[in-house]
């Protein structure tokens, strides 16, 4: 029986020996193999040796004797001839759709291999980092550390610290706070003995360079009742006592000098008002004089009020009202500010 040849394609997609027997191929029974006979029209003489048949190449005819049926799958993911097996079909283009995902950068696995391809919802974001111990906390502000030495910020997780020598200086939330410029330098004065006993021995040399003769200082350290303890003792020095705060008479002074004079006070490291009766809330049965307070020295509380007010423009009294006789530059002003915060 001579088979078909579309039926032999199909047939070579089963396993041979059940292909075979299910197309229904002709062998003799006890034979091993099929041998194709010659084709109808060839008369073969009596006595003539035929030969053997011609190798099968695979484009047409019968199923060669020795074929595999395991041959290769063309690109097209068919059945590259007759002799191609079910297996091979299913496993090419089985690895043809994987290699086509992995390039395409989708997760999958091989059958022969992982393809470490990360899942999205196996990626776990990494916290973003802080800053621990940042005076602005998670801010990229500037802001003054808590002793007003340096100013901190958080930039990427990092805390970023400026030293200010001079002290920081808050501004409104919101805004950098900055480090404070150099203050102005004292004048120089030099070192002599006390115009008076009591004085800081600062004190006394920027009197001396003011002009301010020893008989102007009325006083020291006292308890007098008008001034409510504001001139007991501050500290020490070499072993003497001192207070931050001295009274100068105003004697023979005009308005205009005692401007002069609590200006140029000012400009060497005092806070000062003058106290005149009647006037920004110093009592009228007082008598008239300054008082003065030097700032490059540790005083007691009274006194930090005190300079506090004048620092604002007050009085430095118990009502703590605008102060209004004169007023000071703010080179003048961040001068005795700087001093005091050093010292006290």
Not at 178 to 187: G, I, K, N, Y
Not at 305 to 333: E, I, K
Request: glycine share 8%.
């Amino acid at each position: 029986m001579r088979l078909d040849r579309s039926a032999l394609r199909v047939c070579a997609l089963l396993a041979l020996p059940v292909a075979l027997a299910a197309c229904g191929a002709d062998t003799a029974e006890g034979d091993d193999f099929y041998d194709p006979p010659a084709p109808d029209d060839v008369a073969i003489p009596d006595g003539a040796d035929p030969g053997l048949p011609p190798e099968n190449d695979g484009a047409d005819g019968a199923l060669a004797d020795d074929a595999s049926v395991d041959a290769p799958v063309d690109a097209a993911g068919d059945v590259g001839g007759p002799e191609a097996s079910v297996g091979a079909v299913v496993d090419a283009r089985v690895d043809a759709a994987v290699d086509a995902r992995v390039d395409a950068g989708v997760d999958v696995q091989r059958r022969d291999a992982a393809v470490d391809v990360p899942r999205r919802d196996a990626v776990v974001d990494a916290a973003p980092p802080r800053c621990v111990g940042s005076a602005s906390g998670q801010s990229s502000i500037w802001t003054c550390t808590a002793d007003r030495t340096a100013r901190q910020r958080c930039v990427s997780g990092t805390v970023q610290t400026d030293r200010c020598a001079h002290g920081c200086e808050v501004h409104p939330s919101g805004t950098d706070d900055t480090c404070a410029p150099a203050p102005p330098a004292l004048p120089a004065c030099a070192r002599q003995a006390l115009l008076a006993w009591g004085l800081h021995p600062t004190a006394s040399d920027h009197l001396r360079c003011l002009g301010v003769a020893s008989w102007r200082i009325t006083q020291t350290i006292g308890n007098a009742a008008a001034s409510a303890g504001t001139h007991a003792r501050d500290g020490y020095v070499n072993g003497q006592p001192y207070s931050a705060a001295t009274d100068l008479s105003v004697r023979g002074l005009s308005a205009a000098d005692i401007r002069t004079l609590l200006s140029r006070l000012a400009s060497h490291g005092f806070a000062a008002w003058y106290r005149w009766p009647g006037h920004d809330g110093w009592p009228s049965s007082e008598s008239p004089h300054i008082h003065a307070i030097f700032v490059g020295a540790f005083m007691k509380d009274s006194l930090r009020a005190q300079v506090r007010d004048w620092l604002v423009g007050r009085n430095g009294l118990a009502s703590h009202t605008t102060y209004t006789f004169t007023t000071w530059t703010a080179a003048q002003r961040a001068l005795v500010r700087a001093l005091f915060d050093r010292y006290n």
